[in-house]
């Protein structure tokens, strides 16, 4: 009350100077003035003027001045309301039964229309203008006003909002841009990594071998093969909305987010741009499966939806989201609530999606062709997760991805588990019939070549865990995880090979089968990473055991046939009896005889048995060719010189002098070839 009568002493004080017409006018528009600045309710202002008609009469009429101000504003504010409902309903499809029975004196066309941004651009324009002005109105207008008013207003509004939640929805669906995979997958660079250049294996149920066959030699012949998934570059990119149609959809979306319409228009969008994503997921090859369907599917179709799986999660996050996010944010820049709510509905689906397939994986049955696949899947989530965390703020979601993660490395540690108990285990009792390279061998050592490429993760998922029974020695405790159990299973493999090597009788060809095993293990450890991990004294003990077996099967071998060429007394005697000397003398031509058709008989044995068994590396071949000759051609070809003149120019001296020594060397490069030879014509020059 106080600062009414001072406001009015004012007036009263201003009033008094000048004529009095001025004056009058002056103090009225003060007074005006002020109760319009005020911005009070209506009945407050009338009582306000009344205060002030008591301290001077002249303001008694400012009264009905105010009113008819405000009748002048009210029609000021029906003629807008009336020109922005004219646009709206000539856009509202002919539903007259919508229209308000107070803008009968508008203009509307008889028959049916649909707003379309993109066909009618300046009408639509015309439109948004009006529904701007409706928002407006609808802040303008108060209580004090009249309902009807405000209810043809919000009838306006609300009529514009389905025009444009239709729009926005059409434009959409409209605007979906297809996913072009094919473009996709050829900007994407592919790395094929095989087991082994070359490597030809027996197919080993044991281990679960997953390859095609080559369609040469004899049974089922098998290579391994494993895929890696390749890696999206950096400026690939897609539009999943044609880029024209984004800023009518941002119009759209600001005046829905200002008229309180924000949830409606969230709902389309998230609605359209959810199933689009779940048609990109489709064209990725992702279908939707349970995890009962995904454990009734064969490996081969697994390892196909495996690896599609893997490309489409490094697709999703690293190009389909991350468009959805600059989308969402350019659509929605108006309001960061509806960029977060937006994006994280539209995304949810089909990242479950793909999340849901990861879990039915990680608790899927463990064999040891998984494992690499697995691994790829591992590394896919494990490399989009900081991004899939800081696009998706859903915290459900961020802890699903995090707990798929956790599944499938513990699903990649299980199943390598299961692998080192496979080899550790096996006890297969078909040993090769010519002593090559054991199947198993093969495949355990092309199988540790390619775990290798995945040495941060296996490193990172195993340093954990604690090892029993590792063998080797104090710098054991220098090597990293994967290293140590690498160690072990070789270790278990050639304590598994010692087993095998005993199902042979043949004592040379136990020794042939290590050596040509231990020989293998040591080339594939050479040559690859294999090599860094267990270090030069690993590879130099095995050599070490190489030549033993080299050592092991020349004394094995040919201890009988050089058992024939030691130096024997041929008998002989001092009596000087002429026939003693006789007898001793047939004696000893019969003992030689005997020795040179043991030689022939032992040589002729070997070179049948040996012919066929089978040293598969031409290196490793020729130096045990090299060691028989120099351990039995010298000790024949003494023993011949020293003895053939006894028997030469005798009757059938042919039989029991089958072979010079030239003929020995001769018939060693057919040895270990795999193809069974026997001797029929001696090649002995005449």
């Known amino acids: ?101 107070s803008s009968s004196s508008g203009n509307y066309r008889s028959s049916s229309f649909s707003l379309s941004f993109d066909e009618s651009p300046e009408e639509a324009t015309e439109f948004l203008s009006a529904v701007d002005e409706v928002i407006s109105l609808l802040e303008d207008l108060s209580s004090e006003h009249k309902p009807d008013m405000v209810d043809r207003a919000d009838s306006a509004l609300q009529m514009a909002m389905s025009q444009l939640e239709d729009e926005f929805r059409r434009i959409l669906i409209r605007n979906t841009v297809p996913l072009d995979a094919e473009r996709l997958y050829g900007s994407m660079r592919r790395v094929s990594l095989s087991f082994a250049d070359g490597d030809v294996v027996e197919d ?84 939707k499966l349970s995890i009962e369907e995904v454990q009734k599917i064969d490996w081969k179709s697994m390892d196909e939806k495996m690896k599609k799986w893997i490309q489409a999660v490094k697709i999703t996050v690293r190009v389909l989201l991350a468009g959805e996010k600059k ?16 994006f994280n509905e539209t995304t949810k689906s089909c990242v479950m999606q793909l999340l849901n397939f990861g879990e039915a994986v990680a608790i899927g049955r463990r064999s040891s062709e998984k494992l690499f696949r697995i691994l790829d899947m591992y590394d896919a989530l494990a490399n989009v997760l900081q991004t899939l965390e800081v696009m998706v703020t859903d915290c459900f979601v961020c802890n699903e991805t995090k707990g798929v993660l956790e599944a499938l490395g513990d699903a990649a540690r299980g199943t390598f588990v299961e692998f080192e108990n496979n080899v550790r285990n096996e006890t297969s009792k ?93 080339q594939k450890v050479k040559d690859s990473e294999l090599g860094k991990l267990l270090g030069d004294d690993w590879v130099r003990k095995r050599r070490g055991q190489i030549r033993q077996c080299a050592t092991g099967y020349l004394r094995a071998s040919w201890s009988r046939v050089l058992s024939a060429l030691r130096d024997e007394s041929m008998g002989g005697s001092s009596s000087g009896s002429p026939s003693y000397g006789q ?71 042919g039989k029991y002098i089958k072979y010079t020594p030239d003929d020995l060397e001769s018939y060693l490069p057919d040895l270990f070839e795999g193809a069974q030879l026997v001797i029929h014509h001696p090649k002995r020059k005449s």
């Not at 969402?328 to 977060?340: A, H, L, P, V």
């Not at 070549?449 to 998922?461: E, F, G, H, Q, R």
């Not at 130096?623 to 010298?634: A, G, Q």
Request: hydrophobic share 35%; glycine share 8%.
């Open 327 to 342: 989308i969402c944010d350019e659509i929605f820049n108006g309001s960061e609530s509806s960029k977060e709510v937006c």
């Open 204 to 287: 080993f149920e044991n281990f679960g071998l997953v390859a095609d066959g080559d369609g040469s030699g004899s049974g089922s012949r098998r290579r391994l093969f494993h895929e890696r998934g390749g890696s999206i570059g950096c400026d690939l990119w897609v539009d999943l909305i044609n880029p024209t149609a984004v800023e009518d959809l941002k119009e759209i979306a600001e005046r829905m987010i200002r008229a309180g319409y924000e949830k409606e228009c969230v709902q389309v969008y998230s609605t359209v741009r959810r199933d689009a994503l779940d048609e990109c997921l489709m064209i990725l090859g992702v279908e």
């Open 583 to 653: 007898r001793s003398n047939n004696s000893s031509k019969m003992a030689l005889k005997e020795r040179f058709k043991d030689f022939n008989a032992s040589f002729e044995d070997l070179y049948r048995l040996q012919t066929a068994w089978k040293v598969p590396d031409p290196q490793l071949r020729e130096e045990l060719r090299i060691s028989i000759s120099e351990k039995v051609i010298p000790a024949y070809r003494a023993f011949f010189g020293r003895n053939k003149s006894q028997l030469e120019g005798g009757r059938h001296a």
């Open 430 to 522: 078909r040993p090769t019939t010519n002593g090559e390279v054991h199947p198993m061998i093969r495949y355990v050592m092309n199988y540790m070549k390619l775990i290798v490429d995945y040495a941060v993760t296996l490193n990172s998922l195993l340093e954990n865990d604690v090892l029993d029974g590792l063998y080797g020695d104090d710098s054991t405790e220098e090597m990293s995880p994967l290293a140590k159990r690498i160690l072990r299973l070789i270790t278990s493999l050639e304590s598994n090979l010692e087993e095998k090597s005993k199902l042979y009788e043949d004592g040379g060809l136990q020794y042939v089968f290590m050596m040509n095993n231990i020989y293998y293990i040591v």
């Open 1 to 101: 009350m106080a600062a009414t009568t001072t406001t009015a002493a004012s007036i009263n004080a201003g009033a008094g100077g000048g004529g009095v017409g001025g004056a009058e006018d002056r103090v009225l528009a003060t007074a005006q003035q002020i109760v319009n600045s005020l911005n009070t309710p209506k009945e407050v202002r009338e009582d306000m003027l009344l205060i002030f008609s008591s301290f001077d009469n002249r303001l008694s009429n400012i009264k009905t001045a105010m009113t008819n101000q405000e009748e002048d504003q009210n029609d000021a504010l029906a003629a807008r309301l009336e020109a922005a409902e004219s646009v709206i309903h000539r856009w509202d499809g002919g539903n007259d039964s919508s229209r308000h029975s």
